[in-house]
C-alpha cells in the first residue's frame, strides 16, 4: 500500500515575491504528483471550528496543499491515524486511495486546493466509518494472502 507523504514544490523567490508550481508527469516526464491529474478543486471561506471531509475514497488518489492559511489533515488507514499540519504554499501531502481523511482547524483565509486523479465520482467515496473499516479490513487481508 502507498503511504502518504509530504511532496515540496519548487520554490522560487525574489523581492516581488514568491513562486511555486506543480507540474504533471507525462510519457517521458516526471512531475512532482505521482498521478496524472485529472481534477482540481478547492476549500475556502470555511467557518471557524469547521471541519471537512470525513469520508474516504476507494481509488482515488490526491494532494492537498494550503494554498494559504493552515490547516490540519487527519489520515486513518483503519488502524493507525496521522496528522499533518499543512502551513506552507510549497508543500503538498500526498494521499493515497483508502484512507479516512478529515480536515481541520482552519485558519481564517486558509484555501485547501486539491489535486485529484479522478473526476468526480459518488461511487469511489465512502462516506460511514464503518464502511470504511470493512472495506479497510478486506483490502488489507487482500494484500497479505
Ligand atoms: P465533498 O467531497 O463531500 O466535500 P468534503 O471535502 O467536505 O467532504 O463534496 C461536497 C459537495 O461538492 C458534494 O455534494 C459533491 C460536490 N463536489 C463536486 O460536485 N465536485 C467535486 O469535485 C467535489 C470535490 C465535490
Request: with cysteine; glycine share 8%.
Amino acid at each position: 500500500m502507498e503511504e502518504p507523504r509530504i511532496i515540496e514544490f519548487p520554490k522560487i523567490c525574489d523581492r516581488r515575491g514568491n513562486l511555486s508550481f506543480i507540474e504533471g508527469s507525462g510519457a517521458d516526464f516526471e512531475g512532482h504528483v505521482p498521478f496524472d491529474i485529472k481534477r482540481v478543486y478547492w476549500i475556502y471561506d470555511v467557518p471557524g471550528g469547521q471541519s471537512r471531509g470525513a469520508h474516504a475514497h476507494r481509488t482515488l488518489q490526491q494532494l492537498i496543499v494550503a494554498v494559504s492559511g493552515s490547516f490540519t489533515v487527519t489520515l486513518d488507514d483503519g488502524q493507525e491515524k496521522k496528522e499533518f499540519f499543512l502551513n506552507h504554499p510549497w508543500m503538498g501531502l500526498y494521499v493515497p486511495p483508502g484512507m479516512w481523511r478529515n480536515i481541520e482547524d482552519f485558519s481564517s483565509g486558509a484555501v485547501c486546493m486539491v489535486l485529484a486523479s479522478k473526476h468526480y465520482d459518488e461511487s469511489d467515496y465512502i462516506r460511514n466509518y464503518r464502511q470504511f473499516l470493512k472495506f479497510s479490513n478486506e483490502r488489507r487481508k487482500n494484500k497479505i494472502s
